[in-house]
């Protein structure tokens, strides 16, 4: 199995690729139409990235199957495109929890003690210890958390150990899991936003969630509240950030923001500049040697998993739900000939497969088969099908 790495990658996890007999070809400074082109010339099986973007057109140059995002977030990859040719894309979630939950919480540290001045002061050869000995403390403080997956749990430990209480909201989250996670349910983003202190966001980027933190949570903001964003730039709308941050003090500590450099070097721009209250790293959340080992390790669990076994862990483009109306059961002996034969009565009959799997009895004489299908075979069809002298019964169900 050959594999195309077009970011950087440990040699370790590089080596165990090899040790597991994959073929490794590493180029990782491939962008765009490069990264196009090298997917095509190498005929490469698999694709791993970290923030290198993969176009539809990347997807479409060689006969790529998988697509490995060594890290957590997939909204770099063309997921769409991927899923319309066959392809799947995997990640590797929680392995960077632990990372960005710490830069959260630098981040909040820094503007309340405003740490970055500190420094930038003392280097500069300015002393001004009257000025930096205002700070508010974060004891006592409340925490807002949009966002409660692997990242946002891992600051709901952080909080408590600065003596922080905690509100959140999530899509997922109920009254029992708020309990057991010692925070307070909220029923809103705008909720936690109107009961904190401090708001940090930890939400995925999807279609549900672009632009999510809008000027309705900012206007809910206690004035001088901090607000973090250390997810992705598109979860929030920085106009309104911006707005928030001028008309009511609002403190911002972001590892990412609107129009980031795409590259790991050069210029950089941003309205954010100007501003005294925002501290803004390099998007740097999961680049700790720890994450990045805990991230190399799984991208190669899922390429042996899938080379060996030919299941993808981890694979976020599957279907929750297919259009499958009906289950066909066959329960059959297991001969050469006999689901060909099924299969060929579900086409001659226009019905299409959408999932199915054989199980196999012990001993290996007989075997049931489930064919989930987009519609109800006929009496006929049945009737075709249980003709073979390999077929025991057949049974169809409504799903």
């Known amino acids: 199995m050959k594999i195309l790495i077009a970011d950087a990658f440990p040699t370790s996890a590089m080596d165990a690729l090899r040790n597991a007999e994959c073929e490794v070809i590493f180029q990782p400074d491939l962008k765009d139409a490069a990264l196009t082109q090298a997917v095509a010339e190498t005929k490469a099986d698999i694709l791993v990235v970290r923030s290198t973007k993969v176009s539809a057109d ?51 540290l820094s503007l309340d003690r405003r740490i970055p001045d500190n420094v930038a002061q003392f280097r500069a050869g300015t002393w001004n210890k009257k000025a930096f000995s205002e ?34 909201w999530s899509r997922s989250l109920t009254a029992e899991k708020a309990e057991k996670l010692g925070v307070e349910l909220c029923q809103t983003p705008a909720d936690v936003a109107a009961s ?70 050069g210029t950089v721009e941003s309205e954010l500049q100007a501003l005294e209250g925002a501290y803004v790293t390099h998007h740097i959340g999961a680049s700790t040697e720890q994450a990045q080992s805990a991230t190399s390790a799984e991208t190669v669990r899922i390429i042996v998993s899938y080379k060996d076994t030919g299941k993808v862990p981890n694979v976020v483009n599957l279907a929750r739900r297919t259009p499958a109306t009906h289950v066909l059961t066959v329960r059959h002996f297991d001969r050469v000939g006999v689901l060909a034969h099924v299969f060929n009565q579900l086409k001659y009959a226009g019905l299409n497969v959408q999932e199915t799997e054989n199980i196999v009895f012990e001993g290996a004489s007989t ?18 099908i249980g003709e073979n002298s390999d077929v025991i019964h057949v049974n169809v169900l409504a799903l």
């Open 58 to 108: 990347t997807l479409a140059a060689g006969h790529l199957s998988l697509v490995v995002r060594s890290g957590a977030g997939y909204n770099t990859i063309d997921v769409a495109a991927a899923s319309a040719r066959g392809i799947y894309v995997s990640n590797c979630p929680g392995k960077n929890s632990i990372a960005v939950a710490e830069l959260a919480f630098g981040l909040l």
């Open 135 to 168: 700070a508010d403390g974060l004891f006592g403080k409340r925490l807002g958390l949009i966002g409660l997956g692997q990242i946002g749990q891992e600051m709901i430990v952080r909080a408590k150990a600065f003596g922080m209480p905690v509100a959140a």
């Open 196 to 265: 904190c202190d401090v708001l940090s966001v930890h939400v995925a980027l999807n279609g549900d969630t672009r632009g999510f933190i809008n000027k309705n949570v900012f206007d809910a903001l206690p004035k001088g509240a901090v607000f973090l964003n250390t997810s992705r730039a598109e979860v929030v709308d920085q106009a309104a950030l911006v707005e928030a941050m001028k008309n009511k003090g609002i403190k911002a500590g972001l590892d990412v923001f609107e129009n980031e450099p795409t590259g790991g070097t």
């Open 367 to 384: 075997a049931i088969a489930r064919i989930h299908l987009d519609d109800a075979p006929n009496d006929a069809t049945l009737r075709d």
